[in-house]
């Protein structure tokens, strides 16, 4: 029985099983009609015969009729081997497709049975619910759901024994389970529904149960990815709908549409640990795959939304937007059917080169100059009295003439100006001409146009509309700019902002989100009700949505088709755009999704649409972000090579400090330490190459850097230096020492552009608030700026950009501000302002720019959410959607405290983003480092290490500047449990934590620690709910990243409904530990109770598994520890290192191997002799006592519970007798056998129960069901292993083998 569907009925005595047990027989009795037809009546009856031998068995052995039992037993094991094995492999075959089905019809029970009434706890309803009732406020529940971050994190360790074909077919059998349930079927079409079901069934007979090739890490990454197209496409948006209904009821506000709590990642093809098949081209392939994954995904749903979205009307921005669209495209086709010269020279505009490499005319002149005009009236609040009275005729006057392209102008250029967008008020208005104008729909005596310049690929057009009414400050600007040569070809793609056009009211006053929707709600009554159809029809064929959902189509494809000349080695064609950021795709998905809102359509916005924008922030570009995984060693040995080479002595035999000492003074220095032409051992080669293929993915695709087997501080700075060296090679990155890290505001280009977009708009900008939850979206293209290189003109860059280098001094202020932050030769930085020249700072304080802009907003209170201005009176206060989001980030980018919220601070730090941004559309800063602590000495070591590594003065600037003041950690389950035992390891595990957690608050650094769970409790497995709520008090805060692999990917996620419960499961439990923590342990005494039942738990572990010296050779004769890596599981060795005992194989064959013959050893070994020894020293009412009121250990002891019912000493004692050779292995036999003995006593005696699982009855009706199939395939192992090892090179034996090692995983739901 698996542990994921002990997460919801935990305590459930009143589970109905009735239903289940229905769905069991049916399914088994069209498998047993499927058997007479495939392998004939004869057959059929001994498959009959061993399974009722093996049931009876099973039965005597519950009411303790020993003797009975056994001969039962042995009558079935003795008719099973005298069989040949052609007739012996069905009836295994036959087994483990009963216990796959049962699987099945129990995962479907487990959807059904949470749509009963009072089954689904722990749902959002019912946990929002409690935190209110226990005092938390509304507002902390709103703020505390929006800043929460929990990640899953897919990995490819070799636990799922199904193949994906298999896992379809099981999926399609659930899926068929729930069609017979429904109860408004008519008889035909039940009896489809089994036909169907009868197919299926045939089908998964008739294929081949195992691998016939060990799968690639790029097979290992398409499966990852074939989980998020199965079922998590899906899920994501049903868990988001339910968990905005939930917020909206117990707080009055909606789920911001930029929020996300929960995102993945992934390590398949990024995890390196001692798998020699994962490379960095295995890296890149995979990064490439997933691309094209998402480009597919989003193509399949854009294709539909186009259907959808049929509607004419549409927002102002849209409409203007929807022409350029069509303009370009027109565009587009003129030019490339006239002489390229021709087009290179056409009149009115000059050519320069976009960073895509296409060639791109720019507007010069009084068009440049027109278009600026047009960008200052349209960004800046009305601040007068006369724009604050303005009427609404006026207002549209005044936006018809800016948009009315003048005779002038359209005899000086061929290419008139793009008119930016004014926000409309009402339903319709009065023209300049008297005449009603209908609001959505552009008025049919203006000429639209396109943006002056082709977009950089990534980018989407976008306008900018804030201000009503213009003044002489216009004039003066226009007088400055004018003649100057300024490229203004961008000027038309202000920041847009996941609003994309904040709306104001008559008085000139931002409306909120939520007044905007209550705007289209009436305007969508007064379309149905009004006159206005009569008098404005719509515009024939006109299909604005359409037009620009057409145009993210085409990007798509573009992106599709570029990740596919990539992985084909084909040079791509760099004047497709393309999608290289999630902000850009996210652009026109919202001017749709609120000009739907505007014009009454917010019903529409609300269905797919939206579900659309929530996965975009859910699953960002890559669907997975990729963790890379390699382990100290190697880095070590990189960089010993390189201090060899350089003759610098011996890195590999250096101390901790002159470690330190000599990566500190690389760190802080500005010269590349690796010399090109260095000698490199092949592994030395691949560490490099794996860094530089980081370097150029970036973090759109990447997560986390994850050392493993981390042992010190140097551990961490070693892969900061190697990154380092990387981001030197890759694109000439410029690298900033930490010696002028306290003067540089190191902002990502994303944010520095929203900080711009925001303080224009009179808005608080993001990196104020201190929270990544309040970025306003701008492209990374929109903020990059020129580097300064005369022969690099990079494209791409933002209006806001454009406007603050002409009149800051362009590149001269870049340049005194750059000398002035990194200093020369290593010297201690001056501030900006002193290192520029008096000029610069007239340049950069004319009045002309101060008495345009607004005042800036001030902060609002916490827990209030952000606003895009004053909401009308009556309107519930909200956070507007499309404020509050990070791209799924796990580490903001914003120091703590932020930055001055002023338009000139916004702008620099756009400018000083740009500097540091290699090439458009790239952010080149390293990825986050997470050490992971596995073995029990470096879980106790952590905390030292950790301070060890904050004290390092560049660390702890790298961390604020690069970081935001936070740490990831992460925490190993597995190797700590193959170490120490399962004990001993919790509790170091649980000590750990504490210590982190005290560390990082001495440091006043942020912690999201990284749980590696394995999938059984061996491994750290267990129900999810129950994991985190015993955690650490302190140690979630609202963040959490955990690993989730093998056969427990497929059974949390392979069906959509039980995926949205299991997502649901996360957010509440990591809800529910950061605002009700669990309680800690209440006194010093149960401290050390536990200190001394974890060293003597672990001293009795490692006198078996290490000390003992016939252990190894028992652990290799009594289970099928060799032969699994025959199963072409997983892509990796089984080993870290050729030879070697339990220390060099991996924790997933370790306990994969005890879980075949039943014993489970490594989940309780040691834990009875620590209980028996402690009760001896009276302590026995202690520990129940703390069993009752310490969550932790109540945790720890059921799940060893849990796995001491799933364990059976016959089938152990039956492997000892028939497999192990000397009496030596089989004395050490009989002893483990006593100590699980010892051990259930102990635990009973501990948790007060009469029986294992007592308080789960379900638990233990389902083990019960799924032993007499798991039996007779366990028989069937034991004498195949025996055949086996006196004849390796028999093949039908070998695959006999596999088929038996597949039934009882499926049987035991749990491998590794």
């Known amino acids: 029985m698996t542990e994921h569907v002990y997460d919801n009925f935990h305590f459930a005595a009143d589970y109905p099983l009735a239903p289940l047990e229905d769905d069991c027989k049916l399914l088994g009795a069209l498998l047993d009609d499927c058997l007479k037809i495939e392998v004939g009546d004869e057959l059929f009856h001994k498959v009959e015969r061993i399974r009722s031998l093996a049931q009876c068995a099973s039965d005597l052995s519950k009411k303790?009729?020993?003797e009975a039992a056994k001969f039962l037993a042995q009558k079935m094991a003795d008719e099973l081997k005298a069989m040949p094995i052609d007739e012996a492999m069905p009836i295994c075959r036959a087994c483990g497709h009963y216990l796959n089905l049962t699987s099945i019809a129990e995962t479907h029970h487990s959807v059904r049975t949470t749509r009963m009434p009072g089954m689904n706890s722990k749902n959002f309803d019912e946990v929002f619910g409690?935190?209110?009732?226990?005092?938390?406020?509304?507002?902390?529940?709103?703020?505390?759901?929006?800043?929460?971050?929990?990640?899953?994190?897919?990995?490819?360790?070799?636990?799922?024994?199904?193949?994906?074909?298999l896992q379809y077919k099981h999926s399609r059998i659930a899926a068929l389970l729930a069609q017979n349930d429904r109860s408004d079927h008519t008889r035909d079409e039940k009896e489809s529904t089994i036909e169907e079901l009868v197919r299926e069934i045939t089908a998964l007979w008739q294929t081949d149960e195992l691998r016939r090739q060990k799968p690639s890490a790029l097979d290992e990454a398409r499966g990852?990815?074939?989980?998020?197209?199965?079922?998590?496409?899906?899920?994501?948006?049903?868990?988001?709908?339910?968990?905005?209904?939930?917020?909206?009821?117990?707080?009055?506000?909606?789920?911001p549409i930029g929020t996300c709590p929960l995102t993945f990642g992934s390590w398949m093809g990024g995890d390196r640990d001692g798998n020699p098949n994962v490379t960095a081209q295995v890296t890149h392939n995979v990064a490439c795959l997933a691309r094209w994954m998402a480009a597919d995904l989003y193509l399949r749903e854009v294709d539909v939304l186009r259907f959808e979205l049929s509607m004419s009307h549409a927002s102002d921005q849209l409409w203007s937007l929807a022409h350029a669209i069509s303009h370009q495209t027109h565009s587009s086709e003129q030019r490339g059917a006239a002489p390229s010269a021709q087009a290179a020279t056409a009149p009115g505009g000059i050519t320069r080169h976009s960073s895509g490499g296409s060639k791109v005319s720019s507007p010069t002149g009084p068009e440049a100059l027109k278009m600026l005009a047009d960008y200052?009236?349209?960004?800046?609040?009305?601040?007068?009295?006369?724009?604050?009275?303005?009427?609404?005729?006026?207002?549209?006057?005044q936006r018809i003439v800016a948009m009315k392209p003048s005779k002038q102008s359209q005899s000086n250029s061929q290419r008139p100006v793009e008119g930016l967008n004014i926000p409309s008020i009402g339903p319709f208005v009065n023209g300049s001409d008297g005449n009603l104008q209908e609001v959505g729909s552009p008025p049919s005596d203006i000429q639209w146009t396109p943006p002056g310049a082709a977009q950089h690929k990534g980018s989407a057009f976008s306008g900018s509309a804030q201000g009503l009414s213009q003044d002489s400050s216009q004039t003066d600007l226009l007088r400055q700019v004018a003649g100057s040569g300024l490229d203004l070809s961008d000027l038309a793609r202000a920041p847009t902002h996941a609003q994309p056009v904040p709306r104001v009211d008559s008085q000139g006053q931002i409306l909120s989100a939520d007044a905007l929707k209550m705007r289209g709600m009436h305007a969508a009554q007064y379309h149905k009700t009004s006159i206005d159809t009569m008098l404005h029809s719509r515009h024939a064929g006109a299909t604005p949505y359409r037009t620009v959902l057409g145009n993210v189509r085409q990007k798509l494809l573009n992106t599709r088709k570029r990740m596919e000349d990539t992985l084909a080695g084909v040079a791509h064609d760099d004047d497709e755009e393309w999608y290289d950021s999630a902000e850009a795709l996210a652009q026109p998905l919202l001017a749709c999704y609120w000009s739907l809102w505007e014009c009454g359509g917010g019903i529409v916005a609300e269905g797919r649409l939206l579900d659309l924008i929530r996965r975009l922030y859910c699953f960002g570009i890559s669907l997975l972000k990729m963790d890379v995984r390699q382990e100290s060693s190697r880095h070590t040995e990189a960089l010993d090579s390189i201090t060899r080479y350089l003759d610098l002595g011996s890195y590999a035999e250096w101390d901790e400090d002159k470690r330190i000492e000599f990566l500190t003074s690389e760190l802080e220095g500005k010269r590349p330490l690796i010399p090109a032409a260095m000698p490199m051992t092949n592994d030395v080669r691949e560490v490099i190459s794996t860094f530089q293929t980081a370097a150029e993915l970036g973090p759109q695709s990447l997560g986390a850097y994850v050392i493993s087997m981390a042992h010190t501080a140097s551990d961490v700075l070693a892969v900061q230096l190697l990154q380092k060296e990387a981001l030197l090679t890759v694109g000439n990155t410029r690298f900033v020492s930490s010696k002028s890290a306290a003067q540089l505001n190191m902002v990502s280009p994303l944010e520095a552009s929203a900080n711009a977009g925001a303080a224009v708009h009179g808005q608080v900008p993001a990196t104020?608030?201190?929270?990544?939850?309040?970025?306003?979206?701008?492209?990374?293209?929109?903020?990059?700026?020129?580097?300064?290189?005369?022969?690099?003109?990079?494209?791409?860059?933002?209006?806001?950009?454009?406007?603050?280098?002409?009149?800051?001094?362009?590149?001269?202020?870049?340049?005194?501000?750059?000398?002035?932050?990194?200093?020369?030769?290593?010297?201690?930085a001056k501030p900006a302002d002193a290192a520029e020249p008096q000029e610069l700072k007239e340049k950069k304080g004319v009045p002309e720019l101060q008495a345009s802009l607004p005042p800036v907003a001030t902060r609002p209170d916490k827990g209030k959410g952000g606003s895009n201005g004053p909401t009308p009176k009556g309107t519930p206060q909200s956070t507007p959607r499309g404020l509050g989001s990070s791209w799924g980030q796990a580490n903001p980018m914003t120091p703590k405290g932020g930055f001055s919220a002023t338009v000139k601070t916004a702008l620099q730090d756009m400018k000083q983003a740009g500097k540091q941004s290699s090439g458009v559309g790239a952010w080149k800063v390293s990825q986050r480092v997470a050490p992971l602590f596995e073995t029990l000495e470096d879980l106790d070591n952590a905390g030292k290490v950790m301070r060890r590594l904050f004290s390092v003065r560049w660390y702890r600037d790298q961390l604020r500047r690069v970081y935001g003041d936070h740490q990831e950690v992460m925490l190993g389950y597995s190797d700590s449990g193959k170490d120490a035992g399962r004990a001993a390891a919790a509790w170091a595990l649980y000590r750990c934590q504490e210590e982190l957690v005290q560390v990082c608050k001495e440091f006043d650094v942020s912690l999201t620690l990284f749980h590696g769970r394995g999938g059984t409790v061996g491994r750290g497995g267990g129900p999810m709910y129950l994991a985190i709520q015993s955690q650490p008090p302190g140690s979630v805060q609202g963040a959490l990243r955990i690993t989730e692999q093998g056969e427990m990917i497929q059974a949390k996620f392979g069906l959509v409904a039980v995926a949205e419960r299991q997502l649901e499961t996360y957010s509440t439990a990591v809800l529910l530990a950061t605002e009700s923590p669990p309680k800690p342990p209440r006194s010093q005494k149960w401290r050390e109770l536990m200190d001394e039942l974890s060293k003597i738990s672990c001293e009795d572990y490692r006198n078996v598994v290490f000390r003992h010296p016939h252990f190894i050779s028992y652990f290799r004769k009594v289970t099928p520890e060799e032969e699994l890596g025959g199963l072409n599981i997983g892509s990796r060795p089984a080993r870290r290192k050729k030879g070697g005992g339990v220390e060099t194989l991996r924790a997933i064959p370790w306990i994969f191997a005890w879980t075949q013959n039943r014993m489970a050893l490594p989940s309780w070994l040691g834990l009875g002799e620590g209980l028996k020894q402690l009760y001896g020293q009276g302590h026995k009412a202690e520990m129940q006592?703390?069993?009752?009121?310490?969550?932790?250990?109540?945790?720890?002891?059921?799940?060893?519970?849990?796995?001491?019912?799933?364990?059976?000493?016959?089938i152990a004692a039956m492997y000892d007798h028939q497999l192990a050779e000397t009496e030596e292995e089989k004395a050490l036999g009989v002893v483990l056998r006593g100590k699980y003995e010892e051990t259930v006593k102990a635990v009973l005696e501990l948790t007060g129960h009469h029986r294992l699982n007592q308080n789960n009855e379900m638990l233990r009706h389902l083990i019960d069901m799924r032993n007499p199939y798991i039996d007779p395939v366990n028989v069937l192992q034991v004498e195949i292993l025996k055949r086996l090892r006196n004849d390796p090179d028999d093949q039908g034996l070998r695959d006999a083998l596999l088929v038996t090692i597949n039934g009882i995983a499926s049987g035991m739901r749990n491998t590794g």
């Not at 006592?1185 to 019912?1205: A, C, K, N, R, V």
């Open 130 to 165: 409690t935190l209110i009732a226990q005092g938390i406020s509304p507002e902390e529940l709103f703020e505390s759901v929006c800043k929460q971050r929990v990640e899953i994190v897919l990995t490819a360790h070799p636990t799922q024994v199904n193949r994906r074909t």
């Open 224 to 255: 990852g990815l074939h989980i998020v197209e199965q079922s998590l496409w899906a899920a994501v948006p049903a868990y988001m709908r339910k968990l905005n209904a939930a917020l909206k009821k117990h707080t009055g506000r909606e789920l």
């Open 64 to 66: 303790h009729d020993v």
């Open 1185 to 1210: 006592q703390m069993y009752q009121e310490w969550p932790f250990f109540q945790s720890t002891m059921d799940l060893i519970e849990m796995i001491l019912s799933k364990c059976d000493m016959r």
């Open 376 to 397: 200052q009236q349209t960004v800046r609040r009305p601040n007068s009295q006369a724009a604050m009275t303005s009427t609404r005729s006026q207002v549209l006057s």
């Open 768 to 828: 104020v608030h201190g929270s990544r939850a309040g970025a306003l979206h701008a492209t990374t293209s929109d903020a990059s700026i020129n580097s300064g290189d005369s022969d690099q003109s990079q494209g791409g860059r933002g209006i806001l950009s454009a406007v603050m280098s002409h009149i800051t001094g362009g590149e001269k202020a870049e340049s005194g501000r750059d000398s002035g932050a990194a200093g020369s030769n290593g010297t201690e």
